[in-house]
């Protein structure tokens, strides 16, 4: 009994205490700037700058107003937004939250939030025990009306001022190592999230417009082969969070590329890079003639199968992903026949989970159904966390594969059901290609994946992608031709230039230009010099399209030691 007493009495005291409240509620806010203090790339002056001003923003904050608790409250909403960089810490390690990231809360589904949240648990714990007892309190002090003496408030104020003033005289003299400059709203916290939620606004209300902004937009595409007798099949297929390293075919010393091994008329690109780790970019891209350096221009434009349809082509997009309010959504849409099999419950918001296989039959129906040459889009589910739902029992090939919590103590199995996914994807791509080669049609197949993953490969344990500063594991993917036996015998000089290219350095912006200079469409949007299937492609050092959407070198995108070796040892250029 005397203990429990001691314990009220103790309790009692924080509770009456305003001026211990009001400390320790600027403390809890203050957890997110020490952080980053740590960990930003940033000179010993600009990490003083990372601390001082928020502690003089929120000194100042707290002390205008006598009703500190109350004040707390009201300040939910930037509660939340310590708790979601938080989360994000320990997610990536690293990185103020991104525009692209709220871009893609508003983007994703329940069936993807779910699937994520098991792991993202230890920092859901860790952030509800940090921020809960706050809110308690603020709410007991509130109804106790334990208020902040003027005194003590004019006292604060004061100092605060002095630390947000001395803030924007050391900015001056701050230094970002891999930028070599330095911003209140690049590099200080809360001001960067701040700016970032603002340009994802801006952003999210110029996609709404996108059906208005581009209306007018024709590529004025026509074919130059009119000539043809046989019919022509233009395949592209997106893959999904795919990296090369674990394909067999870019040496993995695993056999999760059996089929394609062994297929004839199969191109591999070695060197392929993605221009952005976050799909809905990065899909973007591939689907259209925009890239890292001019992506503003994407609200006037429209996408690939715009093209091919200009060009008298058949347009078909079958997709195994949800639809997301995105340009991906704008773009397939397109499409004469738009079918997706990842229907979402409208009332759950619920995805039923598919295989990407069915999309297999489906495009055998349509190129039955429809006569005629065809431009055929499949999107699929590729390797997308939760990787154990991605293929169905038969491609149990790598076990354990039953991943019970996402962390480094599960890497094998984690890697054994992102195998199993590569195995899966290895057996869709060989069927798709044998239903295409029954059809006698000429055929020009291209697939690639909107970018890699991280799959806790060192010692920065990082996992999934989309992080704001990529890695060498989110970057390269995949990339493959295939064409039919009629397709290679009638394009010589595009198939010594397949040959000859295959080695260079290429990114994601190549595919709308090999897509359409296979095909022999005509447009003014056609860069042969981006062109796979041209003598004339140039290669020069490669972009990445980063937060703000600015075209940055990938080498500059503040990757590490880590990535560099990687790198080097796949003889990746720049
Ligand atoms: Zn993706």
């Known amino acids: 009994m005397p203990k429990n007493i001691h314990i009220t009495k103790k309790y009692t005291k924080v509770i009456d205490n305003p001026i211990a409240l009001f400390w320790f509620y600027i403390l809890v806010n203050m957890a997110p700037s020490l952080y980053f203090a740590i960990t930003q790339p940033i000179d010993i002056i600009g990490k003083l700058v990372i601390i001082l001003f928020p502690l003089g923003l929120y000194m100042t904050i707290f002390s205008l107003f006598k009703n500190s608790g109350a004040w707390l409250l009201l300040c939910f909403p930037l509660i939340f937004l310590h708790a979601f960089q938080i989360v994000l810490f320990y997610l990536y390690g690293e990185d103020v939250i991104a525009a692209d990231m709220f871009l893609n809360v508003a983007t994703t589904n329940t069936s993807e939030i779910n699937e994520l949240l098991g792991s993202l648990l230890p920092s859901i714990v860790l952030v509800c025990a940090l921020y809960i007892p706050p809110l308690v309190l603020a709410i007991l002090q509130w109804k106790k009306k334990n208020y902040l003496d003027r005194f003590f408030r004019r006292q604060t104020l004061r100092p605060a001022l002095l630390l947000l003033m001395a803030s924007l005289l050391l900015s001056f003299f701050s230094v970002n190592k891999n930028t070599g400059s330095f911003a209140f709203k690049h590099e200080v916290y809360p001001i960067n999230t701040l700016y970032n939620l603002q340009f994802a606004v801006n952003k999210w209300n110029r996609i709404k417009q996108y059906p208005e902004t581009s209306k007018d937009f024709y590529f004025q595409a026509h074919r130059k082969d009119t000539q043809h007798t046989e019919r022509q099949i233009y395949v592209l297929v997106i893959g999904e969070t795919s990296r090369a390293d674990n394909w067999q075919l870019y040496g993995y010393n695993r056999k999760t590329t059996p089929n394609l091994r062994n297929q004839n008329n199969l191109y591999v690109f070695e060197d392929a890079l993605t221009q952005s780790n976050t799909t809905h970019k990065s899909v973007s891209i591939i689907l259209s003639d925009v890239e890292a350096k001019d992506y503003n221009n994407i609200y006037q434009k429209k996408g690939i199968i715009q093209a091919f349809k200009e060009a008298g082509f058949k347009t078909i997009c079958l997709s195994n992903q949800a639809e997301n309010a995105s340009f991906i959504e704008f773009f397939t849409k397109d499409a004469d026949i738009y079918k997706t099999i990842r229907t979402t419950d409208t009332k759950t918001g619920i995805t039923v989970n598919h295989y990407d296989e069915e999309l297999v039959a489906l495009m055998e129906e349509e190129i039955e159904q429809n006569s005629g040459d065809l431009?055929?889009?499949?999107?699929?589910?590729?390797?997308?966390?939760?990787?154990?739902?991605?293929?169905?029992?038969?491609f149990k090939n790598f076990v354990p594969d039953q991943v019970n919590s996402v962390s480094r103590s599960y890497r094998k199995e984690l890697v054994n059901a992102y195998d199993n996914t590569i195995l899966y994807t290895d057996f869709f791509l060989s069927k798709t290609i044998k239903s295409l080669e029954q059809t006698q049609a000429k055929v020009a197949l291209l697939y690639t994946s909107d970018h890699g993953e991280d799959l806790f490969d060192d010692n920065r344990n990082k996992f999934l992608h989309a992080s704001p500063t990529p890695t060498y594991y989110q970057l390269r993917i995949p990339f493959i031709m295939w064409f039919s036996d009629g397709y290679i015998n009638q394009n010589t000089s595009r198939m010594h230039a397949v040959?000859?290219?295959?080695?260079?350095?290429?990114?994601?912006?190549?595919?709308?230009?090999?897509?359409?200079?296979?095909?022999?469409?005509?447009?003014?949007?056609l860069k042969q010099e981006l062109s796979l299937v041209s003598e004339t492609l140039v290669t020069e050092p490669r972009m990445y399209l980063n937060d703000h959407d600015i075209a940055v070198p990938y080498l500059k995108m503040n990757l590490k030691k880590e990535d560099f070796d990687m790198l080097e040892k796949n003889n990746i250029q720049e």
Do not use: C, W
Not at 379 to 393: I, K, L, Q
């Open 499 to 525: 040959g000859q290219n295959r080695k260079k350095p290429i990114s994601t912006n190549t595919v709308f230009h090999t897509m359409l200079h296979a095909a022999h469409i005509q447009t003014d949007y």
């Open 375 to 394: 431009f055929i889009l499949l999107h699929t589910y590729g390797s997308h966390f939760n990787y154990m739902e991605r293929y169905p029992s038969e």
